[in-house]
Each structure stands twice: as C-alpha cells, then as structure tokens.
C-alpha cells in the first residue's frame, strides 16, 4: 500500500521513491519525540548556528586584507545592504537586519539541503508560509505605524475614478492578501521540483547501473544530468533567496512610501 505523501514511479519493474525525502521524522530519540523535534527542526539551527559562526568568526579579524571568510562576510553583508537601500532607500536601514536574516537563513536552508543526507526545510510551505506571514504582518504594521488611516488609501489609489472603488478595492485587497502567499509557494516549488529531479535521476544512476556490463555505460547520461542539476541548484537556491529578499524590500519600499 502507498504510503501518504509519497509518489512512485515504475521504472525497470522498481520503483523511484521521489517524495519521501520530504517526510519529517523525529530526532534526538525520546526527548525529540516528546516535543516533535524533527529534522527540519535540527537543520533550521544548524542554519541559525552557522550564520551567527559566519558573522561572528569572520568580522572578529577585521583585517584590512580580509581572508576567505571575511570576504564572504562582508560580501554577504554589503550585498544585502545595496538591495535594501536601492529598493526601499534611506529609511531600508532600519529594515536591513530583518531582510539580512531572512535572507541567509532562507539562503542556508537552500544550500544545506544539497548535502547528503540532509534535509530542506524550505521544502515545507508550512516553513516558507511562516516567513512569508512574518514578512506580510511586518510591512502591514510598518505602514500602520507610518501612515495611519492613510494606509487604506493604499487600496483606492488617489485620483481614480469613485465609480471603480467597486472594482479597484476588491481587486487591490486580494492583491494585498496574496503576497504571503505568492512568495512562501515560489521558494517552497522550487525547492521541491529541484530536489524531485535530482532524486528521480539518482535512481535512474542506480537502476541503469545494475543493467549488467552495459549498465555503467548507459548509467553516465543520467550521471551526467544530475551533476549539471546539482549546479543548477546551487544556483537555484542563491536565485530563490534573493527573490526572497528583494520581493520583501519592494514590499517595505510599498509600506514606507505607500505606493
């Protein structure tokens, strides 16, 4: 019997498991039973632990020669520095730890998923819609605080015609509403699809392998395919966690000046 959650496909009388990798399972025996401590869990603070070691371990040198770990430090940081600043403007600075963290840690989870037998936690929309969410109540309390009353002018922009309030409000306020939404499916997709496929050419490596003498032969295409998808991961989970990022400061940008 299938089990829930999982997809399989035939493939030479076996099967391709594509979906499993993404089930949660306790960890730390007993204690992480009590709690519900899973994988993904463990890996969100192995995510936290090696951005604060990164921060911490390559900005204490502060030399005028920085070293490998300083540079990607300071790269890291003056990166997501610029976005802010050239998306939201001078008032982004404020904002800049929030969307710095949001960045790395999404960034992380992204990357540590590629190792063996790890786990991608922004494979779960329940992770990735927790984001979002932070990110949706954080520019709705910013605009708020800024603008007051003024904020729901956001949604019936001035000038417009009073006889499309019917149409313009409801259509601005799904809008609005969709945002969490659009950006925590965006990274959740990508993760899953990238992952499948890396997981569906892998048993293509195993099941073509074992064809007999012809088998490692046949068995390099595959091969071949999924160390070109591995690249492309890595570059997709660089990719998703700017997306993340700048998406959020477009939407500060929105907040602060309402427009």
């Known amino acids: 019997m299938r089990r829930p959650g999982e997809s399989r496909v035939a493939a030479e009388g076996k099967t391709i498991d594509a979906l499993s990798q993404f089930e949660l399972a ?10 519900g401590f899973s994988q993904s869990n463990a890996h969100m603070l192995l995510a936290a ?3 604060t070691a990164l921060i911490m371990f390559g900005m204490s040198a502060r030399a005028v020669v920085p070293g490998r770990l300083q540079s990607l ?17 001078d008032e982004g600075k ?21 190792l063996p037998y790890a786990f991608t936690f922004t494979s779960h929309i329940a992770v990735t819609f927790a984001l979002a969410a932070v990110v949706f109540v954080l520019i709705t309390v910013v605009a708020l605080m ?7 002018g956001y949604f019936f922009p001035e000038g417009a015609p009073i006889w499309l309030a019917p149409i313009i409000i409801p259509v601005e306020i799904v809008s609005y509403l969709s945002r969490p939404v659009s950006l925590s499916i965006r990274l ?28 490692p032969f046949v068995a390099v295409l595959p091969l071949g395919v999924n160390i070109a998808l591995v690249g492309f991961e890595v570059l997709v989970a660089f990719l998703q966690a700017y997306v993340f990022a700048i998406l959020t400061s477009i939407y500060l940008h929105d907040a602060v000046h309402l427009h």
């Open 94 to 114: 404020r904002f800049f730890p929030f969307v710095f963290t949001l960045f790395m840690f999404v960034l992380f989870g992204n990357l540590l998923g590629l």
């Open 26 to 35: 306790t960890v730390l025996g007993p204690i992480g039973s009590s709690v």
């Open 188 to 215: 959740f997709a990508n993760m899953v699809a990238g992952h499948v496929m890396l997981k569906v050419f892998a048993t293509f490596i195993v099941l073509l392998g074992g064809l007999g003498a012809v088998g």
């Open 73 to 89: 430090a300071e790269s890291s940081y003056e990166f997501v520095h610029d976005l802010v600043l050239g998306q939201v403007g």
């Open 49 to 51: 632990g090696l951005i």
């Open 146 to 152: 800024l603008h007051g009353r003024k904020f729901f």
